[in-house]
């Protein structure tokens, strides 16, 4: 349940990103924060719609590995996913994954419906709820919303450990407009705290306004942590090298100027005890003398000698 908490806070707090820049093409709806109220059911929180030219097709989702899922077969497992994805993220299969690792996993995405989706299945334990599944465990690639309308046999109430869920991912397939302009995957990124689209963008080597197409997002529009992204591919993603950035993302990487301030904050301060210090030290050293003088006086007195 701790976790929740913090996951709770986290889409309190919001981290808030702000683009700016054109009105764009329609072509799938970005889920904003509408994954947060479980209860509130709306079309955009059950999956892409399957609006592409295929009604089937490869797509990829991304990951960031935790101290649960730190293996490509506990990853694999969680995402219904080929292990062979390890390859591509160059990881062995059996190797532990350092934690808050940007994995990139190829799946498969088919329409069900009116949605598309990556079928995977999972676990119920102890203390889950629709909520945690969605938002912890599979870091937002779900929803609790989808998940629900899913498994109509599983209520709050019946939800416990042991019971096996159905848990649609998101994926999509590239619509005509996009298959026009050269595009062949989509991958669904997860965003993460101190995001933008153009930081998005630098990592897939995409173009920043493909991207804001591909979600019906503007310049201006702000985008939130644990919340996906389509990013449009024109390639296929042979490997993580790709991604510009490999170091895992944490909440403070490019928060620079927060060490700047904690550096210059640190020296200043090393720097006053440095001074008071030195004062101190002066101090003391001035009344040892003057004490020493007053003795001294004091014994040269004895023998009536003045000094000075
Ligand atoms: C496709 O692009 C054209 C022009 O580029 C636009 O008018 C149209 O609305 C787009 N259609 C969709 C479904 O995005
Ligand atoms: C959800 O989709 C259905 C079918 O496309 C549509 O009839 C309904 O109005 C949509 N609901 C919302 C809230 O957009
Ligand atoms: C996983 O991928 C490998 C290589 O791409 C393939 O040979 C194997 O059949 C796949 N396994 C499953 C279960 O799809
Ligand atoms: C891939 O892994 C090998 C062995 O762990 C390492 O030497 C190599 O630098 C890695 N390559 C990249 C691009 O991370
Ligand atoms: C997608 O499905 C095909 C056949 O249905 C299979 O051969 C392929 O390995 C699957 N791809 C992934 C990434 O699971
Ligand atoms: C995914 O799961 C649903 C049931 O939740 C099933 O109807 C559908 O056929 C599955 N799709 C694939 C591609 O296996």
Request: aromatic share 10%.
């Amino acid at each position: 349940m701790k976790k929740f908490n913090l996951y709770s806070i986290c889409f309190v707090l919001l981290l808030v990103v702000l683009l700016k820049q054109h009105p764009s093409k329609a072509q799938q709806p970005y889920v904003n924060n509408n994954q947060i109220n479980c209860d509130q059911d709306l079309n955009i929180t059950n999956g892409f719609k399957c609006n592409g030219v295929e009604t089937s097709c490869q797509s990829y989702l991304t990951f960031r590995s935790t101290p649960a899922y730190g293996s490509p077969l506990s990853i694999g497992q969680l995402l219904g996913a080929n292990i062979s994805f390890a390859e591509i993220n160059n990881f062995t299969t059996s190797q532990i994954i350092s934690t808050d690792t940007q994995t990139v996993i190829p799946v498969n995405c088919s329409c069900l419906g009116e949605h598309y989706q990556h079928n995977s299945s999972y676990q119920v334990l102890a203390y889950d709820t629709f909520f945690t599944i969605a938002n912890d465990n599979y870091q937002g690639l779900t929803t609790c919303q989808a998940i629900k309308l899913q498994n109509p046999h599983i209520t709050v109430e019946t939800l416990s450990a042991g019971v096996n869920v159905n848990v649609p991912l998101r994926c999509a397939c590239p619509t005509p407009n996009q298959t026009a302009s050269g595009f062949k995957y989509l991958l669904t990124y997860m965003i993460t705290w101190g995001d933008d689209i153009s930081t998005i963008a630098d990592l897939f080597g995409a173009d920043k306004q493909s991207i804001l197409d591909a979600n019906e997002l503007f310049e201006d529009s702000i985008i939130y942590p644990f919340t996906p992204l389509l990013v449009p591919l024109k390639v296929l993603f042979e490997h993580t090298d790709r991604l510009a950035l490999r170091k895992p993302i944490s909440m403070w990487a490019n928060r620079w100027w927060i060490w700047l301030i904690v550096t210059i904050g640190g020296i200043i301060i090393a720097l006053l005890c440095f001074l008071y210090h030195s004062k101190w030290k002066k101090q003391k050293a001035e009344g040892e003398r003057k004490k020493k003088q007053k003795i001294l006086v004091m014994e040269l007195g004895g023998n009536a000698i003045t000094c000075n």
